[in-house]
């Protein structure tokens, strides 16, 4: 029988390489928004939640996969009528991913957010669903178990269901999009931030960029964000700190090409978001690569 974890608040991963929860609650809090180090493959068996990724709005469905890449904040709001919400959800490091892969096969595809059409959302057919949920069962009960070759067996069915997912995404007929929604006017502000979040930003300049008051723009960013513009602005500004320095950029390096005007600030900020200074990030990030590649 498979049994579920107990609720677990945290979003960062205490293995190396690769973690799987299994999760059911009757009555869940909504979750900040936020983002990882890591990718996160969503899937849910039962509830009524809806997910917020950058600017698009998904209504999560049983059955439905959802990807989300390390650079795409995001939350989950889960409906008060709902019932039992119940979800496997997978977490995989950058180098597991990329040791798991091969010259002609990319696991990390389709959470690319330059793929045609690009979707976190996907609809599994009816017919597919049966053997995802074998995969997900097959792995929990690996990841839990410490009989012989589970180490083996573990990596073996996270690639093949990693394998599954990414051939799911190929062969989406556009079902997923349609159950996207997003506000033009937040998708655009995000747009913007996104892009020019190295330069100084603020409430009124994107206000002028989106051709409305800052008063009306404030209102629906935070209606459909569950943030503030201020709020989204920083958090896009440390998460792409977060991913300079750990592809090896110096923090006196990454701060100005993140926007913030001077190191204190982004020191005091980054401590504040994560819990560790910038420089400590670096050198931590550093050491494990050096350990990976002995």
Known sequence: ???????????????????????????????????????????LLSGNVTYTVESRLYRVMPGDLLLINPRELHQVCIRPEMSVYERYTLWVAPHLLQRLSSP?????????????????????????????????ESLWQEYNSSAYGADLLRESLLSQLLVEVN????????????NARSSPLVAAAVEYVNSH????????????????????????????????????????RLLNARWLLAKGLSPSQVYNRCGFGDYTGFYRAFRAEYGIAPKEYFLSVQAGSTDQRE
Not at 2 to 26: S, Y
Not at 171 to 176: F, H, I, K, L, V
């Open 104 to 136: 002609s096969t990319d696991l990390a595809h389709c959470f690319d957010p330059g793929r045609s059409n690009y979707s976190n959302l996907f609809k599994v057919k009816p017919n597919d669903q049966t053997g995802i949920q074998r995969l997900f």
């Open 197 to 236: 979040y190295s330069e100084p930003l603020s409430l009124d300049l994107l206000a002028e960029q989106c051709f409305v008051s800052k008063y009306h723009l404030s209102h629906e960013f935070n209606r459909q964000m569950g943030t503030s513009v201020h709020r989204y602005i920083l958090k896009k």
């Open 167 to 178: 051939r799911i995404a190929d062969q989406d007929d556009g079902r997923s999009r349609e």
């Open 1 to 43: 029988m498979i049994h579920p974890q107990k609720f677990d608040p945290r979003q960062v991963m205490i293995r190396p390489d690769f973690e799987l929860q299994f999760k059911r609650d009757a009555h869940l809090q909504d979750v900040q928004l936020h983002h990882h180090d890591f990718y996160e493959v969503y899937y």
